[in-house]
């Protein structure tokens, strides 16, 4: 089931649709690794039901975005996370595109400082993630999708991270292997029982998926 948001102005409907499901130029179906929502308008949306959403918009769009979308200009050049010249922080930016719903107040973020956040500790782990994501099962994706602001999430996943690494990493990862397939790359297993282990849930028609 999903909840179909329908949007007018002033006012948000919600109902229940049965996947996949289809009405006025926009359809939702759920894939192996997201939850998709396209739109004839040139929209794509994809949702891994946890922490990564990720967003296509067709070329008309370009030069035509800001906010948490970029300026889509094709230029890799971050700087709108920039402010005054110093960089922001994930939790800083994401700060300055927050909006209170009409019912409830969206709390501003901040990460807490750790005791692992030291220099040595930053240098170790910094080794370690460079050297996740440069083994085998990710060979096939180093040429199409630039693993190094991954990297840089995984340092900031341990460094913050209260339980066990793997725990940590999982979604780092996993993100990393469904840009890869996304761009064309073709990631091996890179899971195990004892590292990441692949959880199935059951759909309304008794398919499990994961």
Known sequence: MFEEAKF????????????????????IERTSSYITVKAKLGLLLMWNEDDALLVELDAKYKNQTCG?????????????????????????????????????????QTLKKTENCGDEFSLHVQNFCRDLFSRDPFSGCQDVVAADAFIKVCMEDLCHCNTSTSFCLCGTLSEYSRQCVHAGGKPAEWRSNSFCRKCFHRQSNGKLIS
């Open 68 to 108: 948490l979308c970029g300026d889509f200009n094709g230029v890799q050049i971050y700087d709108e996370f920039m402010l005054n010249g110093d960089t922001l922080s994930p939790s800083t930016y994401g700060n300055l595109w927050k909006m209170d719903g009409p019912t409830e107040t969206c709390e501003e």
């Open 8 to 27: 007018s102005i002033g006012f948000i409907i919600f109902a229940r649709v049965t996947l996949p499901y289809g009405n006025s130029g926009m359809f």
